[in-house]
């Protein structure tokens, strides 16, 4: 059986997603939807796919799931139209801005029973999910301190600053994921310090610097590390210790090689960005969730993931501001 | 315009080039034929093309390009016969194992006019093809010496080693191609010495270790290192030394994380084997050809790349067998 | 001229420095003291110098330098008693491990005029020096982030680290000099938490795991991340990031071999502890020290720095005891 | 017992001894001889020890042991001398770069029962004795191919290269002695490849780019390629291929830093050459000669392993003159 897939929000990363449906064997992209026309007739276009519209594809009954791309403030009344429609639901993160809106939204999708899987493609990316097995195998024993260095190489538009909620809601948030997903245990102690370093233009609208620290009950450690620039790339690391060694990733570049001169020995920088950077984890992503709607696995990240993840960024703003150790 | 394909061949490396076609913008794959129905119809039923047959696809006006992965001592015939056709024609190397016989079926190549490219992938893995932009680029000044270490992780079955030609002409092959692609020079003498290290049973059939030297007319060297078993995976890599520095490919591992423990810091092993290490390739290389097709751009590797390369897996047997140095 | 050295304890790092000073052309160790006479016995006898009292030493005029390596607890007393009797003075971290009896020591110093250079080797390593001095160069940029990584390969013995003043003041200690040095602002806000991971007994005695955040007052952060227990050796890394680039030292290996085989590519472990992995920096160190006192160089690390140092590890614990950002 | 030692010859690399020497807590550097009495006079005075001849040296009973590091033409002449005066022989490479008067002078050294020790100190480098240590222990199984790349920084004055006997017999031999320390097995076979790319001057006198293929009766092949010019430093690197494994040694560089920057990720260069890069394998070499003469350990190398050397030399020597593989 093939499902039949929707897709809301034909934007940057709904041109991913496309793709990676268009490219998973047991699923078929049948049906497209924007607010931009054009942006609809080029993916209806490249896929075969038909343009349509919301009411429309929840309404239709051919249609098994749905993808959502569209702007971050739609996101919550999306996910309860198409729970209550009954179809299975892949939201790029987060679930919404705001915690209670979050909660109200995810209290609808526990009571209609629907499928909800968040979009932290990260936990989806070949080298990262190793080292959550790694973990899992027991290679280094118990997990005791992460670190988590995460920079980007130039801040985002100062109109997406403004609506992204702020670092720790628009950045952050992914490290948070992945701390979650790595430690084992809920973190229970919030410290953040922020600045702004980069640009100045970004003072008293946002932060481009931040360094986060999350403890557990038993007393385990993680450190994040942001930067909203980095000259070399896309930069994407974390390392865990254990009681019995320590497990890292190594940052991705394109290409590997390696030139030596009377300089140095020079390889080339990282990636540009998170879309080359996370080609194979975006396809890993939509794989596990149609392994979710035809085989009824637990969606990971589900939508409490990602309101949990919220939580800990409204807790790193609230660090900031107020000079405190938060305690959840 | 989309170019219409049809693949001849529908075995391991057919699949690999169906899936290139297919993820092409600009071509479509239309047909395919095989000796065994039921790998035609696999091919077939995925892509959505035409079952068909040598005959039919020579004879129909839609084919605009074919592809060959029939077995090697097909190649030449099904060349002649596709470039009378008026077919572009990528061909899986080698166009034949017999050098005279390689010969004539380029003669009819070049009487037909046909656009004919051979399927030496390794110009096309972003990593090679870095380094010989770095070269043209002038970043290690004039080439001088270059090193080849190529390593499979295990022998084939002795069945293909018996028709393969043997090493010089099967796996070395590769890496003659590679040093031509970089020197920038054609080889005048070759010394070759080989042995059966891995695997008693391929004594007197064949060699599974080789060493070879080639110098060019104005005193560059390559060596080139082969071995049929790597534990540690599919070794792929090339140095290029130069009046002004040294560039060098590293090797690809599907996943980059690094354990630290008490036995020392250990990253995974390497691809396990060329279809893994070179998707990127085999995608850009079918993206080339389209674009020979297409744009009339040269083909590179063309018949005649194929035919040196031959050329000097020949020379490399005769030093072997007679303990010469072969000047070619 | 050669500058006449006496050692004053010669336990383990004593004999580090005694190394140090006879094979430093411009210094001659004449005296060792020490409580036990034995220890003091066998540095008299690998290094031709008088086995002598701490009175002896501070009256004779034929003594330019004293380096102390005794107890903790004696430093204070020594410094002074040296500075008194003008002698130039080497001391191992720290001056003291209280704050005020540091303060009141450094206050003879400055009143003496007496040089005072502090052990602090870390400066003194060509790695760490070298990102100092591509700091200084602009090689970065602006530094806006640092990371330090400080792992031990194990715990000391109880004995010590009931004496040790705990890991702020004992471990931690130098990575808030490495801070300072690569900061080059001072810290405003100090945050730290600790917890016993690898060791129960340690329990209500120190904590064997520990995460520290330093802001500047221009925004600047900086991370320490400390583990009493590395299964790979002796962790001791450092990265700064800056507005151009980022900077970083990889951690160091006795031997630098790499074992590819069907596990993975393995390369052995680190340094098994501080002996083996700063003996450069230590003799440095002391060639440094005899500059200062031949050629009137400042001393770094000064009194000054090493007081900074204890004031920012005396903060961390009131970070974790009271769960609070401590500002200075 | 504390061994007495003679230097012969106050040069470069006779610096490297006397130091090496003089820490070392079994040997005391006693006597030092040089044509040029201002060198001899610079070591007397940093090391106290006694500016003598060579004959009050050989006639001296306090002496136990000399190191020769006269010029190569004085070598042979020397052992013989002092293999008869009874005192233990430490000398650099080579015996002589005639091979009928090295024969004669090990004849010597075997009718007087002398200890000789031949200074190849790559054999005591802490990185390729791990390897050989490795290779030993099992750990890459039957050894089977051999990569060595040995490249210096820059070519030596003219006046040294036409005195040198040749890039084989003073920069190749090196890797021959290394090629035979890691085989196991002796070189039946020698194919070599010489050409002038670096500095035309050269031409007419010697070679500076050069590969040799080696192999032995069953099978194994080493592979030594060799340039006089490295502008990103002194390349020295070795890779065993096995049935099991494969183990190489990784580049030496005096810092360990990497900068990342719009440009990529650069780390520094290599070491400028063997006084730096070797220096732990000269202390570790004399260190093993004290055995020799101590405790009467097997001299490695010895007088044999450098004729062997040498005989490789030459047939890499005719191999490229005549064009032909060399039988040995």
Chains 1, 2, 3, 4 share one sequence.
């Not at 009344?77 to 209550?84: G, K, V, W």
């Not at 024993?141 to 992460?146: A, D, Q, R, T, Y």
């Not at 994040?224 to 320590?246: L, W």
């Not at 001169?261 to 992503?285: I, K, N, Q, S």
């Amino acid at each position: 059986m093939t499902l039949k897939f929707a897709l809301l929000g034909a934007g940057r990363i709904g041109k991913v997603h496309a793709r990676a449906v268009s490219g998973n064997p047991d699923a078929d992209l049948g049906f497209v939807a924007d607010a931009s026309g054009d942006a609809a007739k080029a993916i209806s276009e490249q896929y075969g796919c038909r343009v349509s519209t919301i009411d429309e594809i929840a309404a239709d009954p051919a249609v098994d799931a749905v993808i959502i791309c569209t702007p971050t403030n739609t996101h919550a009344d999306l996910i309860e139209t198409f729970a209550r429609a009954g179809k299975a639901i892949f939201c790029e993160k987060p679930v919404d801005l705001d915690v209670a809106r979050a909660e109200a939204c995810l209290k609808v999708v526990r009571e209609t029973g629907a499928k909800l899987m968040l979009g932290f493609q990260r936990r989806y990316d070949p080298h990262f999910s190793a080292v959550r097995k790694a973990i899992a195998d027991g290679r280094i024993g118990e997990v005791e301190m992460i670190q988590i260095i995460s920079r980007d190489p130039g801040a985002p538009p100062m109109d997406y600053i403004k609506s992204s909620g702020g670092i720790f809601r628009d950045m952050t948030i992914h490290d948070f994921d992945m701390a979650r997903f790595l430690l084992g245990e809920e973190p229970v102690t919030v410290y953040a310090t922020a600045s702004v370093l980069t640009d100045k233009a970004i003072e008293g609208v946002d932060f481009d610097s931040a360094s986060v620290t999350l403890t557990t009950a038993s007393g385990k450690h993680c450190t994040i590390s942001n930067s909203r620039r980095a000259t070399y790339g896309y930069d994407q690391r974390v390392e865990v210790h254990g009681s019995k060694g320590t497990i890292s990733v190594e940052n991705q570049r394109p290409v590997t090689i390696e030139l030596a001169t009377g300089a140095g020995f020079t390889r080339p920088a990282l990636h540009d960005f998170f879309m080359t950077r996370y080609v194979e984890a975006y396809a890993a992503e939509i794989a596990a969730f149609v392994s979710v709607v035809k085989d009824g696995a637990s969606p990971s990240p589900s939508g409490e993931d990602g309101l949990r993840a919220l939580i800990l960024a409204d807790a790193a703003f609230r660090s900031v501001k107020q000079g405190v150790v938060v305690t959840l």
